[in-house]
């Protein structure tokens, strides 16, 4: 059973940074890529960030150039830094596990609780 703990979030001015943190149980991260996911109120959850197990990475074109998603394997932890944060990136931010066929991203179904990001001045 894989357990994700996401943590980090919090409110934030609009051009600000956070880190968000993922602890992941069990060495999955050397075997499955990982994701992060956001929801915003009344809003479908979105892809936002993935990292394969051999650490490349992928983004949405809307954080692209401002979040950087990264990993320790050793800690079994997953990372995304937010920068130039905007108030359209307020979200509850979803860690997942999943898989790459072709270049397409598909989770599985493990998932944290979520962490709130809110970016407001």
């Known amino acids: 059973q894989v357990q994700l703990v996401e943590s980090g979030g919090g409110l934030v001015q609009p051009g600000g940074s956070l880190r968000l943190s993922c602890a992941a149980s069990?060495?999955?991260?050397?075997?499955?890529?990982m994701g992060w996911y956001r929801q915003a109120a009344g809003k479908q959850r979105e892809l936002v960030a993935t990292?394969?197990?051999?650490?490349?990475?992928n983004y949405a074109d809307s954080v692209k150039g401002r979040f950087t998603i990264s990993r320790d394997s050793a800690k079994n932890m997953v990372y995304l830094q937010m920068n130039s944060l905007k108030p359209e990136d307020t979200a509850v931010y979803y860690c997942?596990?999943?898989?790459?066929?072709?270049?397409?991203?598909?989770?599985?179904?493990?998932w944290g609780q979520g962490t709130q990001v809110t970016v407001s001045s």
């Open positions: 990292i394969t197990s051999g650490g490349s990475t």
């Open positions: 997942n596990v999943g898989y790459y066929s072709g270049s397409d991203y598909y989770p599985l179904d493990y």
């Open positions: 069990g060495s999955i991260l050397s075997i499955y890529s």
